[in-house]
């Protein structure tokens, strides 16, 4: 340890100058060999610990392999089978939403046709051209969103895209 470099240190921090055969240097040196006792016991206390770690992990791998690999598939299937019905259910609550979502943009659809209709002079043809627009951005939204669910499902049951 450079004690010159830890008494320049100490004096530029408090100001007390301290020389190399002081008592605190004496009081640093007991800490320190304090420390380094404390230390080995410690990795001596660390490798006990992962002797036991070892054994332990010996015993539960050999009681897993003792139950079998039929007890392992279960539980996956049993966690397909959950993850399948969960999936239903959100493409179900997602299906209703894009229905209200669908009678949501029509009815507001219609609203702005209504209100685009400037008056009966107008003529028939921006009626439909309107009504047309409004029918092909709906049928484009809902094919999107089908489309995107498919897509999704394919995903989470690991299936390829596109078969």
């Not at 089978?81 to 669908?102: F, H, P, S």
């Amino acid at each position: 340890m450079e004690w010159s470099r830890l008494s320049a240190a100490v004096y530029k921090k408090t100001g007390t100058v301290i020389s190399p055969d002081d008592p605190a240097f004496a009081i640093v040196e007991l800490n320190r060999l304090v420390v380094e006792e404390a230390i080995g016991r410690l990795l001596e206390q660390l490798e006990t610990l992962l002797g036991k770690i070892d054994v332990g992990a010996k015993v539960i791998a050999a009681e897993v392999a003792s139950k079998g690999v039929g007890h392992v598939a279960e539980k996956l299937r049993e966690a397909r089978q959950t993850i399948k019905c969960d999936v239903e259910e959100a493409q179900r609550r997602l299906t209703e939403k894009t229905e209200n979502v669908g009678e949501c943009v029509a009815r507001q659809v219609a609203a702005a046709i209504r209100t685009a209709q400037p008056s009966p002079r107008a003529g028939p043809v921006r009626r439909r051209w309107l009504l047309a627009c409004a029918a092909a951005s709906l049928l484009s939204f809902t094919a999107g969103f089908a489309a995107g669910e498919l897509v999704t499902t394919d995903y989470y049951f690991g299936r390829p895209h596109g078969r």
